[in-house]
């Protein structure tokens, strides 16, 4: 079992949407909750950083952990054709170098 | 310049050949990665230098090496490689402390074939 599961997509939606996109993950150790967004041809872009459960706002995302589940998410209100790119989710333990990551999900909005 | 710095953007090399990746960060950080992304694959952590010390190898083949001469630099040395070595190497810094790690920032990585 892979430690992060990541659905790969693509999602398409049209522009204006609300997306969700999701990560499941197997070890109740791990603290620290990150979501990335990659370009093609670029480095992951960090986008939410969130510690423990709850959910976090940044303008028009919002991410969200539910520990209970094992369950993150990352919702996107009023998606733009600018959101086309592929989002990662990424988790890791206390004081832990390794960063863990989901195989990234491919989203498209359609303008 | 600002963020985190990769030369080349793209490596074309035979099975034979030496070459290595740099990577420079600005940002101040203490700690620096090299992970491997192939297709549709998790990216793969390689190496973690924290205050210019190896503190995480990752089972990775001894055909890459690595070198941290400072907190702003990182090399990749490649010698005899794979095709199945071909894939995108991302570098990358965080500010490590005894309780935690900030994020990571990556850079744009650098393509490398091998034929």
């Known amino acids: 079992q892979k430690e992060v599961e990541q659905d790969p997509g693509p999602l398409s939606v049209p522009e204006g949407a609300i997306v969700s996109l999701n990560c499941t993950y197997s070890?109740?150790?791990?603290?620290?909750f990150m979501w990335y967004r990659q370009y093609s041809r670029k480095g992951p872009e960090l986008l939410m950083y969130?510690?423990?459960?709850g959910n976090k706002e940044d303008g028009r995302f919002t991410a969200q952990v539910d520990k209970s589940s094992k369950y993150i998410s990352l919702f996107i209100r009023d998606s733009q054709p600018s959101d086309s790119a592929t989002y990662l989710c990424?988790?890791?333990?206390?004081?832990?170098?390794?960063?863990?990551f989901g195989s990234g999900t491919r989203l498209l909005v359609r303008p | 310049e600002t963020g985190v710095t990769q030369t080349p953007r793209h490596l074309v090399m035979g099975m034979t050949n030496k070459k290595s990746l740099k990577c420079e960060q600005h940002?101040?950080?203490?700690?620096m990665y090299w992970y491997k992304q192939s297709a549709k694959k998790p990216l793969e952590l390689m190496f973690v230098?924290?205050?210019?010390?190896?503190?995480e190898n990752n089972s990775v083949p001894s055909r890459f090496s690595p070198e941290c001469p400072n907190s702003s630099h990182l090399f990749l040395h490649l010698h005899t490689l794979q095709p199945e070595d071909s894939a995108l190497y991302l570098c990358?810094?965080?500010?490590?402390?005894?309780?935690?790690?900030?994020?990571?920032?990556f850079g744009n990585g650098t393509r490398l074939t091998v034929t």
């Open positions: 990358a810094s965080s500010q490590a402390s005894d309780r935690e790690n900030s994020p990571l920032h």
């Open positions: 070890n109740s150790a791990f603290q620290y």
């Open positions: 969130t510690y423990s459960s």
């Open positions: 990424a988790t890791k333990r206390d004081s832990s170098y390794k960063l863990i």
């Open positions: 940002l101040g950080h203490n700690a």
């Open positions: 230098y924290s205050l210019e010390e190896r503190v």
